[in-house]
């Protein structure tokens, strides 16, 4: 138990659908984080937000909305999406303020996703 | 963020040390070494990080050469829930400004066989 949590914890979507990923953290952390982890591959940063704010983007395609609505909840929207993207979505947050205890991530258990 | 490398796999006898090592000859100064482990189907977890000196927690220890282009995570007593992909990562901190990424690599697929 990390203090991160994430809903659900599979699902399963078609191309058309919209659907919605949720992360909360207990930790009273300032920093959330978005991670991607496709089969075999190592995991690919999404989105960073700090104190509510996107402070990073990864080229990541517009299919893929994140919301930060407030410093202990962290959206990902999810509409028309790919069978490539399938893959598991992992959610991290951090103290976020600077100094090396501060900055470590800690990472709930991910939403296995599969796109049909 | 300088680049890691690390053998793909390793076997450990459980209640042996395993020990996995981490190569990061481009390691700049102000960047610190960090180990992460991701058991299957579940989320990284935070292991040990350390600069320059040596640490241990209640999980490992942490072994950095004197010139830091290497480092080695030891697990004292390792048991079959130790099986775990584990990931060395070199970042430098941001210190009072926005926050610092983590990039993964591949990692080392650790089994520890009984």
């Known amino acids: 138990e990390t203090g991160v949590t994430q809903t659900p914890r599979h699902l399963v979507m078609g191309m058309t659908n919209k659907k919605s990923l949720k992360c909360e953290q207990h930790l009273g952390h300032n920093a959330m984080y978005w991670y991607k982890q496709s089969a075999k591959k190592p995991l690919e940063l999404m989105f960073v937000y700090s104190l509510e704010e996107r402070v990073e983007n990864n080229s990541v395609p517009s299919r893929f909305s994140p919301e930060c609505p407030n410093s202990s909840h962290l959206f990902l929207h999810l509409h028309t999406l790919q069978p490539e993207d399938s893959a598991l979505y992992l959610c991290?947050?951090?103290?976020?303020?600077?100094?090396?205890?501060?900055?470590?991530?800690?990472f709930g258990p991910g939403t296995r996703l599969l796109v049909l | 963020d300088a680049k890691t490398t690390q053998p793909p796999s390793m076997d450990c006898a459980e209640g042996r040390a395993a020990n996995l090592p981490c190569n990061h000859s481009?390691?700049?100064?102000?960047?610190?070494v960090y180990w992460y482990r991701q058991i299957h189907s579940q989320g990284p977890q935070y292991i040990i990080h350390g600069l320059k000196n040596n640490e241990t927690n209640e999980m490992a220890s942490l072994i950095i050469t004197e010139d830091r282009k290497s480092s080695t995570l030891i697990l004292p007593h390792a048991t079959l829930r130790d099986t775990a992909v584990y990931y060395c990562?070199?970042?430098?901190?941001?210190?009072?400004?926005?926050?610092?990424?983590?990039?993964f690599g591949t990692g080392t697929l650790l089994a520890v066989q009984p």
């Open positions: 990562i070199v970042r430098a901190m941001n210190y009072g400004g926005a926050t610092n990424k983590l990039i």
């Open positions: 991290a947050s951090s103290q976020g303020s600077g100094g090396e205890y501060q900055e470590t991530q800690y």
């Open positions: 481009t390691i700049s100064g102000n960047e610190y």
